[in-house]
């Protein structure tokens, strides 16, 4: 039979306002033996929204000897012809021609495209199970498959070949252990009869080959849908198509491995159905096969009706956030007032509160633009150098313990005085990334006197100036993005010839040899290329970090200027527009897109420069929004809707108790009156820092800078000796005002100032006056700020 119609058919009643229902493809073409693909039925609803029905969908199928269709949806194709599929949902039909080619055609298999993608899709070969370091009970397989030949050794050689039973198939060990058939740790992966286990039942019983070493290969791969915008508590099925080199494509949706990046949002199954549930954001799906991932994005806005109020602008960053925020349906909280604006700006820019007198200066001061000059003179104080090179020393790993005092001290005050003169930030890297000389000549040459070996060179450096982390692929393909192992290595010739050199008592930093590594899986000779690089030309004119260098910093790197605007983005927002920031991955996409390609532009425009993006980012209104939630906004902590609570890092703490009680702390090595963020070096001993999170700067991961909550940091404030004593000296800022001040209210006032940056409010007023009344005035006052240094305004950024 021959179908006219080479187009979806759909039968509605007249209106235009009513609902279209669309079927994607809107015709199936099936080549091949046991060819399969999804059909995906949406509706378009009269306010444009596309709603997935492919579930609520009755099939039929006008010859069922053609193909078959399951209620989800996939079609197998059996038979060479042409049918009709026809799916009705409520009073709407829709009709798909259906075309199936080549079903006779003996099917050839290859491990690697066939049989791997099952093993990584349940499991078998990921780090909790067969594909550990160690195995798991005597068999191991390579981590996501990144090593196929050593996985087909290990299933038809290992063991005495006895995993495999090509004269039973389906009694080989293989399947009958992953279908539960036979006692198994890892219980019933791969069901008797399923799709996956006729698969490798066929593939053995055809003698287990290894398959042809030029077959054609994966090259890229997609989801179908790409993004939607969806409701609370519903449901989308994706549809993932395989590209092969050879140009064909094949619905790989059931050999695939699904993940979300964010489950309170939304859930996928192993079949590819993302669910949402009753909280409002965003989510990413990812789907990996075959070392390739693609990306499913989705919305779900809060329900409900929200007025949005005209904003002020202030620069580009607040309506690119406000558009989000409307897609949302997320109203943004008010702005802050001047109060707890100086507090903020203070501790993000130089973490450091204000003084009293600075609090009442800005309070009294009537300038419409006094924000934007307080950030300027901010800037230009040396404790913005002081913190932003103890921010950078601890990525760029200023270790003691391996440099040793006077050579660590050289390197951290080269990034200190990069930050003084607020250096350009491509310069600075430039600088890193190429020096050598003299150790104690050269201080950023000291990098690789701390990180010697040329992968981990590789690995820091992608990891802090590309926000790109490249280290497991040194072992395997990168489970969730697409560095290889000859992208590890191919970064890792760039440092392949920088090595230690010395004469006598000399110490240097030289460049000698070839800029290229050895991958030892494959043993073969790589050449230095860029991250995504093409190609295998030698690196320009015999520098390969130049050209490293010059490649990092050009106007079309998609890396280098996006991962400084989200680092610095997360420093003063709570959280990165790509989250963790030192793992940018095509399956962890930014929040907003927009809003970061916007900030990494500016910043090009710029020159590189770092005070300018801190001007930017801070002077935004979205910036200085306040922390109160409202009722659309209270879930949200990822689109800028209201500021977070952020506690601040260990040393800012710290010097925030110093400063408020007006007692100092000691440190080893440093005279008295040192504060906790010109203590540069991290190995120094201090229980406080230690308890709080402060880095040890063995590796470049954000990470190791923990500002989580913990029970011993708690009890430390609550009882420790660094909030009591100080509190209780007599020299310190409780015991002058005692002295000094007879005026409860006006002492009272001072310390809000100092530790709020605020007056208290009549109520507090009239509270303190109370619990005043009912004991001694110093017994009473000292549990008054210990209250204050105890609170939450005080120990966060808000």
């Known amino acids: 039979m021959h179908w006219v119609p080479a187009i979806c058919l759909i039968f509605l009643t007249a209106s235009p306002l009513r609902a279209q229902m669309i079927a994607e493809p809107a015709a199936l073409n099936l080549s091949g033996p046991k060819s399969q693909q999804y059909l995906l039925l949406s509706e378009r609803t009269a306010d444009g929204r596309t709603i997935d029905r492919t579930r609520d969908a009755r099939f039929a199928i006008a010859d069922t000897r053609i193909a078959s269709i399951t209620p989800a949806g996939l079609v197998r194709g059996l038979a060479d012809g042409s049918t009709l599929i026809t799916a009705t949902v409520g009073s709407q039909v829709v009709k798909v021609p259906v075309s199936v080619t080549g079903t006779s055609i003996a099917r050839s298999f290859h491990f690697e495209n066939d049989i791997t993608p099952l093993l990584t899709r349940f499991g078998c070969n990921s780090s909790g199970c067969h594909g550990k370091a160690e195995g798991q009970n005597g068999f191991k397989l390579s981590v996501f498959g990144f090593d196929p030949s050593a996985d087909y050794a290990a299933l038809i050689k290992e063991g005495r070949g006895r995993r495999i039973f090509p004269a039973a198939p389906e009694r080989s060990l293989l399947l009958t252990k992953a279908s539960g058939q036979v006692p198994h740790g890892g219980g019933n992966r791969i069901p008797v009869n399923s799709e996956a286990f006729d698969t490798i039942r066929a593939w053995i019983a055809a003698g287990a080959p290894l398959g042809e070493a030029d077959v054609a290969r994966v090259e890229s791969v997609r989801i179908e849908p790409g993004e939607r915008v969806m409701g609370m508590r519903a449901e989308q099925q994706l549809r993932v198509i395989a590209r092969w080199t050879d140009g064909r494509e094949r619905d790989v949706t059931t050999q695939v491995r699904f993940q979300s990046n964010n489950e309170p949002v939304a859930v996928v199954s192993a079949e590819g159905i993302v669910r949402t549930s009753d909280i409002p954001g965003e989510a990413a799906v990812m789907a990996g096969y075959l070392g390739e991932v693609a990306n499913f994005r989705l919305v779900v806005p809060r329900p409900g009706k929200v007025e949005f109020t005209a904003l002020p602008v202030n620069n580009f960053i607040d309506p690119l ?37 600075e609090a009442g200066a800005f309070t009294a001061d009537t300038r419409a633009d006094k924000r934007a000059k307080l950030v300027d003179a901010l800037l230009e104080r040396p404790e913005y150098a002081d913190y932003w090179s103890l921010k950078w020393a601890d990525v760029l790993r200023v270790d003691s313990s391996v440099l040793g005092h006077k050579r660590a001290y050289a390197y951290y005050r080269w990034l200190r005085d990069a930050m003084a003169e607020n250096k350009r930030f491509d310069a600075l890297a430039k600088d890193l990334i190429t020096a050598e000389g003299p150790l104690d000549e050269s201080p950023p040459a000291n990098f690789y006197r701390v990180v010697p070996k040329p ?25 969730y993005d697409r560095w290889s192992q000859d992208d590890y290595y191919r970064m890792s010739a760039f440092f392949a010839p920088v090595g230690l050199r010395k004469v006598a008592n000399l110490e240097s930093i030289a460049a000698t040899g070839e800029y290229q590594s050895r991958n030892p899986r494959t043993n073969t000779m790589l050449k230095a290329q860029p991250l995504g690089a093409r190609g295998d030309a030698d690196p320009a004119d015999g520098n390969g970090r130049l050209q490293l260098a010059e490649w990092l910093i050009a106007a079309d790197n998609p890396f280098f200027a996006r991962n400084v605007v989200n680092r610095y983005w997360a420093h003063f927002m709570g959280r990165g527009i790509i989250d963790p920031v030192d793992d940018v991955r095509s399956t962890n996409p930014p929040s907003n897109p927009e809003l970061l390609d916007a900030l990494a532009k500016n910043f090009h425009e710029s020159k590189f420069d770092l005070k300018a993006l801190v001007r930017t980012i801070v002077l935004s209104r979205v910036y200085q929004t306040s922390s109160q939630v409202n009722d659309s906004n209270t879930r949200d902590e990822q689109n800028y809707s209201r500021a977070l609570f952020r506690r601040p890092d260990a040393e800012v703490l710290l010097d925030m108790v110093c400063q408020t009680t007006g007692v100092p702390d000691k440190f080893d090595g440093f005279p008295t009156g040192t504060r906790a963020l010109d203590v540069w070096d991290s190995k120094v001993k201090h229980y406080f820092l230690k308890t709080f999170g402060r880095p040890t700067r063995t590796s470049a991961c954000e990470c190791e800078r923990n500002d989580e909550a913990n029970i011993a940091g708690v009890l430390h404030l609550l009882n420790g000796e660094t909030i009591t004593a100080k509190l209780r000296h007599d020299a310190g800022t409780l015991a002058m005002l005692l002295r000094d001040q007879p005026d409860d209210a006006k002492l009272t006032e001072e310390l809000y100032l100092r530790c709020y940056s605020r007056l208290p409010t009549p109520a507090e007023l009239a509270t303190v006056k109370k619990f005043l009344a009912k004991g001694n005035r110093r017994d009473a006052f000292e549990d008054i700020f210990w209250a204050l240094l105890n609170s939450k305004e005080f120990l966060f950024n808000h």
């Open 455 to 479: 992968g981990e060179a590789a690995s820091v450096l992608s990891q802090v100036f590309l926000g790109v982390r490249i280290a497991c692929a040194e072992c395997h393909h990168h489970p």
């Open 321 to 357: 956030v406000d558009a989000k925020l409307r897609k949302l349906n997320i109203a943004p909280s008010p702005g802050v007032d001047d109060a707890t604006f100086l507090r903020r700006v203070y501790l993000d820019i130089i973490g450091t509160l204000p003084s009293p007198a």
